[in-house]
């Protein structure tokens, strides 16, 4: 269906019927345009403009709304196919961006309410039991570190650690419990088939143990709970015997062996230091000990295989 109609756009003054000027729009397209420095406008603020080749003219209205009104009205008498877009400008940037931004709030107070977040986010810290907690969040970010072994071998990044030493200060969480239950999910990873820096379960190990023994290098006066005591205990007969299942079955890796033996070395120093508060006996015992180790480690350092195994089975029948 054609259209019989002819659209113009007409140019009146006051109390005339007649147009002084009149402007046929058959062939012209219509689209926005941005302020022109150049033109003398008293009260034009906003710009469009209705061009055809080798012809442009330019219009100006006081109100952005008036303009769009003007645009969408010339842009159906045109028929044009292109439809002019309004420029972007910073009111409409910022009304954009306040939409978006209250969008995205809305959607995440939407998750959080279905995710269960509000009943966390309103409560009150101090009735929760922010090491049962911690533990949860440590394991499921090693979790997520493990998902690249080869490039973490249990490390977590700075970013990670940063979160869970922020964690730790603002709520408490006792940084031996924090070292136990971190090799506790190192352990279980281990036995997983997962590879885990040994230099890493040495590094927690000696930390708890200086703690659980009283030795720690600080010289700060410390509290030790039962739990930790516990927990250390089970850490050290669960550690013992993988290593000893490390060396069985990994013979031929000689960094393995040697990272193994200074593991070892950690808790036999450690049971030496429990032995040493025994005061009845205890110079013959650790000159005991000491008579037993220093071949085994001189050994260790000709035959890595003949000196673990001494350690080992030194270590087995050994009860201080």
């Not at 931004?101 to 309103?122: A, V």
């Not at 040994?198 to 709970?225: E, K, M, W």
């Not at 110079?283 to 050994?299: D, G, I, N, W």
């Amino acid at each position: 269906m054609v259209s019989q109609y002819c659209f113009a756009t007409c140019s009146y003054r006051e109390r005339k019927s007649e147009p002084t000027e009149m402007m046929p729009l058959e062939g012209y397209t219509v689209d926005y345009a941005e302020a022109d420095n150049g033109l003398i406008m008293h009260d034009g603020k906003y710009f469009f403009k209705a061009g055809r080749e080798g012809e442009i003219v330019t219009f100006a209205t006081n109100e952005e709304n008036e303009r769009h009104s003007w645009v969408q009205a010339l842009y159906r008498a045109t028929g044009q196919s292109h439809k002019p877009t309004p420029p972007i400008t910073l009111n409409n940037k910022s009304s954009q961006l306040n939409q978006t931004s209250g969008q995205k709030d809305q959607i995440d107070s939407d998750r959080s309410k279905k995710l269960g977040f509000d009943e966390y986010i309103q409560s009150d810290p101090c009735k929760f039991d922010h090491h049962d907690l911690f533990k949860t969040l440590q394991t499921a970010t090693l979790d997520f570190r493990l998902n690249d072994p080869y490039c973490s071998l249990g490390w977590l990044s700075p970013g990670q650690s940063y979160v869970l030493e922020e964690y730790c200060s603002r709520y408490g969480v006792r940084g031996c419990l924090r070292h136990l239950y971190y090799l506790n999910d190192l352990l279980d990873r281990a036995e997983q088939g997962f590879m885990i820096d040994p230099q890493l379960l040495h590094y927690s190990y000696v930390f708890c143990a200086s703690h659980v023994s009283g030795n720690r290098p600080d010289s700060n006066i410390s509290t030790i709970t039962m739990e930790e005591k516990d927990r250390f205990i089970e850490i050290k007969e669960r550690l013992k015997q993988f290593l000893e299942h490390q060396v069985t079955n990994f013979s031929s890796d000689h960094q393995i062996k040697i990272t193994a033996c200074e593991l070892l070395q950690s808790i036999m120093l450690y049971m030496i230091g429990k032995s040493a508060n025994n005061r009845s006996n205890a110079a013959t015992s650790y000159e005991k000990f000491y008579e037993h180790l220093f071949p085994l480690v001189q050994e260790l350092s000709f035959d890595s295989d003949q000196g673990i195994k001494g350690i080992l089975t030194y270590s087995k029948s050994t009860r201080l």
